[in-house]
Each structure stands twice: as C-alpha cells, then as structure tokens.
C-alpha cells in the first residue's frame, strides 16, 4: 500500500508540475479535483445503495468546514504552490512531513496526548525530509 500510495502522489506531482509550467489556474485545477472526487464517491455510494443522512450537530458541520476548506482545498493549493516552486521531485519528500504535522495537531487539538513514540516519529519524519532535500556540499 505504501509503494501504491507513493507512484499515485508521485504522478500527481509530475501532473501538478505540468500544470503549473502551463499557467493553469490552481484554483480552477483544485476545483475540477475535488468535484470529480465528489462526482465519484456520489456515483460508488449510489450502486452500492448506500443512504445519506445529514447530522444536526453543529460540532459535525464546523468540523466538516474545516476539513473541506482548511485542511482539503487551501492545503492542496499550498502544496500545489510548493510543487511550483521547488519541483515535483523535491516537494514529494515533503510528504514524510505530513505524519508529524498531523502528529503535532491532534496534541494541540487535545485528541492526543504526547508520548514518546509521537515525538521519535515526529523528529524521524522531519529528520528524513531534511536528509532528502539536503543539498550535497561541493568539495
């Protein structure tokens, strides 16, 4: 799963490369993305007959807002951006990264609390993008 997942991101970067060297708008490409996710989950979740039923908890729709505008659409614009500025093959090794953010916010959002393998997992996931991107010194 781990090998499929870094071919998919990997392809994904050299197309968001593609993309920004051809001026695409990353608002416009975020947007077409996202709807097409949409378009097929609607489409899986309707031959599987699956139902849907819509939460009246405000906590459900606040947490929804933040997921669908901070943490999906304005977190793949960043990256997006990134990818634009430093290439698709360096920006990948930024994945290794994303653990120890997510890490870092469920301590600060109180779902998590900090131990010791969060820290080891949090320096070592820093430590290998830094390895990654280091640039090797001329002798």
Do not use: H, R
Not at 81 to 103: C, D, T
């Amino acid at each position: 799963m781990a090998l499929i997942g870094t071919i998919i991101t990997s392809i994904g970067d050299v197309l968001s490369l593609y993309n920004s060297n051809n001026n695409t708008n990353p608002v416009l490409a975020n947007t077409i993305g996202m709807l097409s996710a949409v378009l097929i989950l609607v489409i899986y979740t309707g031959f599987k007959s699956y139902s849907y039923t819509l939460p009246q908890e405000p906590n459900f729709w606040f947490g929804l807002l933040y997921l669908a505008i901070f943490a999906s659409f304005l977190a793949w614009l960043f990256y997006l951006k990134l990818i634009s500025n430093i290439g698709a093959s360096e920006s990948g090794y930024m994945v290794a990264v994303f653990p120890a953010i997510g890490g870092g916010a469920s301590v600060l959002m109180g779902e998590n609390q900090i131990n010791l393998n969060l820290i080891v997992g949090i320096v070592l996931a820093c430590f290998g993008a830094y390895l990654a991107l280091k640039k090797k010194e001329i002798v």
